[in-house]
């Protein structure tokens, strides 16, 4: 079967504009689909920039977008309404709105916040519970912390731009580049949702874009939700050529914990070892005192 989703970027963009925005039309109280928007999001519509509005955001921000981050922002860019959260806690509810995609008209103090995000959360991996340490900063991890944050931070400011875009997701603003990854990022633990503006979307919109399907297992006799074909087939062209990418700098974090190697269409080395748990290091360090690190990742409270 031909995927319907369109391959020119541009086209594609608005393919995913007139899609979504059809499918928070229906109302989800009243609707017969299968599938129905949420209700926060019921007629919502995108909010493009104009190429003004962009450049006098990469001013204010002292940033510089790619040409596909532009192409984004200007056709679709944010929806028109916060996503609304509720919350029971001791017999009360609790609501809170937060950005959908970032609208760098007005999320000032969320995309402010985001901007450090990368930065903060990874020296907190560092210098804690987590003792993050990747090989190239050297075999033995420095005790003190000012030498620790020394090493992090030269390493640091190699990395290209990451530009927040909907929620801890990033944009890697590497103007080499024609096609840019968006990197899912909590701490040290990040991984690619995406190779480029277009395989990012496919995943992040997926349900309101029509890209789901109820399929039923014989074996469980249960029915599941599943990715359609032609959204797995995309995947499955994108993971099969990022094997042969690279990302700038940051690339030896992403594979620094197990999680981040399928993410980047890598088997990871060590995947058959029984005794490693879920997320893993992929390098261990020894501290100055000759101690190596515990093996299994521990969550950070962020």
């Not at 801890?168 to 190779?195: A, C, E």
């Not at 399928?262 to 058959?272: C, V």
């Not at 879920?278 to 100055?288: L, N, Q, S, Y």
Request: charged share 30%; hydrophobic share 35%.
């Amino acid at each position: 079967m031909k995927p319907e989703i369109p391959e020119n970027y541009t086209e594609f963009l608005y393919w995913v504009k007139e899609t979504t925005e059809a499918f928070w039309s229906e109302n989800p109280e009243t609707s017969e689909a299968e599938f129905v928007c949420e209700d926060w999001q019921y007629g919502a519509k995108w909010l493009g920039m104009t190429e003004v509005e962009i450049d006098q955001t990469e001013r204010k921000y002292n940033i510089k977008f790619t040409p596909e981050h532009r192409e984004f922002l200007r056709i679709l860019h944010a929806v028109d309404r916060k996503v609304i959260y509720k919350y029971d806690e001791d017999d009360s509810e609790e609501i809170i709105e937060s950005p959908y995609f970032y609208n760098w008209l007005q999320d000032h103090e969320e995309i402010e916040a985001y901007l450090k995000w990368p930065y903060q959360t990874i020296w907190e991996d560092v210098a804690g519970m987590n003792k993050v340490w990747l090989k190239s900063w050297g075999t033995i991890r420095p005790k003190s912390d000012e030498e620790k944050e020394k090493i992090f931070s030269a390493w640091f400011e190699k990395i290209p731009q990451l530009i927040p875009i909907h929620g801890h997701r990033f944009v890697v603003s590497d103007h080499t580049k024609t096609q840019n990854p968006v990197l899912s990022m909590y701490g040290s633990d990040i991984i690619v949702l995406g190779w480029n503006m277009r395989h990012y979307l496919l995943r992040e919109l997926k349900d309101s874009l029509n890209l789901l399907e109820d399929v039923f297992d014989e074996e469980d006799q249960e029915w599941y939700i599943e990715d359609k074909q032609e959204l797995l087939q995309i995947h499955k062209e994108e993971f099969a050529a990022a094997k042969t990418k690279s990302i700038p700098v940051i690339e030896e974090m992403i594979l620094y914990w197990s999680s981040g190697w399928s993410s980047f269409g890598k088997k990871y080395p060590h995947e058959t070892d029984s005794y490693l748990q879920p997320i893993v290091r992929a390098f261990v360090a020894e501290d100055e005192d000759g101690e190596a690190n515990d093996q299994q990742k521990k969550f950070n409270s962020f």
